[in-house]
């Protein structure tokens, strides 16, 4: 079944602003992934946010965990051109390790 | 070190033909996962080798569907027949054999986009 859903569905910015992406989920998660996918390009891992941590940052992103309300969210700050990408979020199903993914939020950083 | 590769990066079929798909994982990865991504739709597991054996294929939609990694070493996944709803970016990723808590050894491919018209 479905874990992650992101949304917005899509997002279209100018470059220099901040883009945030939510992510619900419905069962108990140990950790939690967003992925960027490129347009023909395979997924890339960019971060992992683990149950007991509630934010996280690396370079321009910013992650934050909410388990009581099993939500995270994606924030990229001054964005650039080059972050039009679809972010995918994704927990592991069941007990094992396998991500699974949501739709995504399809972002459109205008120069 | 080369990534995960997939062929072709297109395929455009109609209804009723049959399609493979390759994938040759990062080599030594002993794991290896197909996906598949329908326009505007989640992106949805389908199975997942371990060496040659099929761990877990829960997600492969129906019989039209068969995944083989014959040796170990790439995948093929065959549609036969293809259907309009087969149309949608189809993506392999390979890990190494490890620590199964490690998430960071996850490498996908740049997928093949198939449509099926």
């Known amino acids: 079944s479905q874990q992650g859903e992101e949304d917005p569905q899509a997002l279209s910015i100018q470059e220099g602003e901040n883009a945030t992406m939510n992510c619900s989920y419905k069962t108990s998660i140990n950790n939690l992934q967003w992925y960027r996918q490129n347009s023909g390009r395979g997924l890339v891992h960019l971060i992992l946010i683990r149950s007991n941590e509630r934010e996280k940052h690396s370079g321009r992103l910013r992650v934050t965990l909410d388990t009581s309300k099993k939500s995270s969210s994606l924030l990229i700050t001054a964005s650039r051109a080059a972050d039009t990408a679809s972010y995918f979020c994704a927990t592991y199903r069941g007990g094992s390790y396998i991500p699974t993914f949501g739709r995504g939020t399809s972002l459109i950083v205008h120069p | 070190e080369a990534g995960v590769t997939q062929f072709p990066s297109h395929s455009v079929i109609e209804k009723g033909q049959t399609v493979t798909l390759r994938c040759d994982p990062i080599?030594?990865?002993?794991?290896l996962y197909w996906y598949r991504r329908v326009m505007g739709k989640e992106i949805k597991f389908l199975l997942h080798f371990v060496k040659e054996s099929k761990q877990d294929e829960s997600g492969m939609p129906n019989n039209r569907f068969l995944a083989e990694r014959t040796g170990g070493t790439y995948s093929t996944l065959k549609v036969q027949p293809a259907e309009l709803e087969d149309s949608g970016v189809y993506f392999c990723?390979?890990?190494?054999?490890?620590?199964?808590?490690?998430?960071?050894?996850?490498?996908f491919g740049s997928g093949t986009r198939l449509t099926v018209v």
């Open positions: 080599s030594g990865h002993d794991n």
């Open positions: 990723a390979s890990s190494p054999l490890g620590d199964p808590k490690d998430p960071y050894g996850y490498t």
